[in-house]
T-cell receptor, first 108, second 113 residues
Framework: GIQVEQSPPDLILQEGANSTLRCNFS?????LQWFHQNPWGQLINLFY???GTKQNGRLSATTVATERYSLLYISSSQTTDSGVYFC??????????FGTGTSLTVIP | NAGVTQTPKFQVLKTGQSMTLQCAQD?????MSWYRQDPGMGLRLIHY???????DQGEVPNGYNVSRSTTEDFPLRLLSAAPSQTSVYFC????????????FGPGTRLLVL
């Protein structure tokens, strides 16, 4: 299967700070999603971004498929941004592979 | 739309017991899947289905059975529960395999004693 590595594994931020989360993957993909798992365990779709750049409010993401990485940017972080951020990828098969996540804690 | 729903939310089993985790979606999605999430890990695919009557194994299928008799429902069966199956189970669906966003249910927390 596809190996997915996320960094950093843990991140602690002061409220208002910016951060960049990285996702590296070991093979070409045609599906890449970023998820936020909130403290209650719910998985929330952030971006479907197999290539290119997207923005949604304070969040944006960029995927450089040819170099096999994706970045998630969080600007002006808020305490509600806390949780675990997962990158997940898929290719021409029917399987979908998750990284181990970045645990983000935003302190007021 | 209710999206993807899962029942129960929490279950305690004894080793050797059987149970079925229910998953339903009302979005007419063809592709459905089951994942398990263990502490400190990402989600791992157990089984998936690309349509009614079609299922296949994922990364960690051992100890689990699935069937897909309707587009809406995709139950996951544990025939003889083991402590190693203690985990949080997520069901997901998407329109079809390929370039589509995947939507997740709220999860079922399973404890096997």
């Amino acid at each position: 299967g596809i190996q997915v590595e996320q960094s950093p594994p843990d991140l602690i931020l002061q409220e208002g700070a910016n951060s960049t989360l990285r996702c590296n993957f070991s093979d070409s993909v045609n599906n890449l999603q970023w998820f936020h798992q909130n403290p209650w365990g719910q998985l929330i779709n952030l971006f479907y971004i197999p290539s290119g750049t997207k923005q949604n409010g304070r969040l944006s993401a960029t995927t450089v498929a040819t170099e096999r990485y994706s970045l998630l940017y969080i600007s002006s972080s808020q305490t509600t941004d806390s949780g675990v951020y997962f990158c997940a990828v898929g290719n021409t098969g029917n399987q979908f592979y998750f990284g181990t996540g970045t645990s983000l804690t935003v302190i007021p | 739309n209710a999206g993807v729903t899962q029942t129960p939310k929490f279950q305690v089993l004894k080793t050797g017991q059987s149970m079925t985790l229910q998953c339903a979606q009302d979005m007419n999605h063809e592709y459905m899947s089951w994942y398990r999430q263990d502490p400190g890990m990402g989600l791992r695919l157990i089984h998936y289905s690309v349509g009614a009557g079609i299922t296949d194994q994922g990364e960690v299928p051992n100890g689990y059975n699935v069937s897909r008799s309707t587009t809406e429902d995709f139950p996951l069966r544990l025939l003889s529960a083991a402590p190693s199956q203690t985990s949080v189970y997520f069901c997901a669906s998407r329109v079809s395999w390929g370039q589509e966003t995947q939507y997740f249910g709220p999860g079922t927390r399973l404890l096997v004693l």
